[in-house]
Nanobody, 114 residues
Framework: VQLVESGGGLVQPGGSLRLSCAAS????????MSWYRQAPGKERELVAT????????NYIDSVKGRFTISRDNAKNTVYLQMNSLKPEDTAVYYC????????WGQGIQVTVSS
């Protein structure tokens, strides 16, 4: 199993970013996918989850209405569209899959700052 994130960077408050996670090594379309984040000095937290078909999604309260998780099963890719970004969204973001055990991507930095 391999998960590779891309799309992070530095953005001003109120801006947008789209994270991508390219998956390989398993039958992507059969598994729930998630995005987590970890800010400096804080525990890693679950941000959003999407069902295998993409028909069901869940978010933590702090990102509801601003973030959208989606997936393209033909491309083995899960996305996190982040709008109206705030400084408190600054963190390393991780893609996650549970395929017998938990797998993580390498993480990608998102920094929201003026």
């Amino acid at each position: 199993v391999q998960l590779v994130e891309s799309g992070g960077g530095l953005v001003q408050p109120g801006g947008s970013l789209r994270l991508s996670c390219a998956a390989s090594g398993f039958t992507f379309s059969r598994y729930v996918m998630s995005w987590y984040r970890q800010a400096p000095g804080k525990e890693r937290e679950l941000v959003a989850t999407i069902s295998s078909s993409g028909g069901s999604t869940n978010y933590i309260d702090s990102v509801k209405g601003r973030f959208t998780i989606s997936r393209d099963n033909a491309k083995n890719t899960v996305y996190l569209q982040m709008n109206s970004l705030k400084p408190e969204d600054t963190a390393v973001y991780y893609c996650n899959a549970i395929v017998v055990k938990q797998y993580w991507g390498q993480g990608i930095q998102v920094t929201v700052s003026s």
